[in-house]
């Protein structure tokens, strides 16, 4: 989503607009908050805040699914050390 002019709030004038901003948000906007001219923060909704979390933890998910396949068709192909073999290489 691209920010246009409005949705860029310096943060001193977002404290005295906190309800009309919140209330933009809830439309459907999303803020971007400035600090001396540079991005800080962002105002998002809640439930798209959630649905960032939930693509986090499956992104999560999946990374350790591929490590575990990775990991499997190592061991299948006869690509493994023993434990002995990975602590003498560590030390």
Same mark, same amino acid.
């Given at each position: ?9 310096? #943060?001193?004038? !977002? @404290? ?7 209330? &933009? ?6 803020? *971007? %908050? =400035? ?7 962002? #105002?998002?909704? !809640? @439930? ?7 693509? &986090? ?6 990374? *350790? %699914? =591929? ?25």
């Amino acid at each position: 989503m691209s920010y246009t002019a409005r949705d860029v709030v310096p #943060i001193s004038e !977002a @404290r005295a607009r906190l309800t009309e901003l919140s209330d &933009e948000v809830v439309a459907g906007a999303e803020k *971007l %908050l =400035t600090k001396n001219g540079a991005a800080y923060v962002a #105002i998002i909704d !809640a @439930r798209k805040l959630d649905y960032y979390h939930a693509l &986090e933890d499956e992104h999560a998910s999946l990374v *350790l %699914l =591929t490590e575990a396949e990775t990991g499997l068709r190592e061991v299948l192909a006869g690509q493994r050390v023993s434990n002995d073999e990975l602590l003498k290489a560590l030390s």
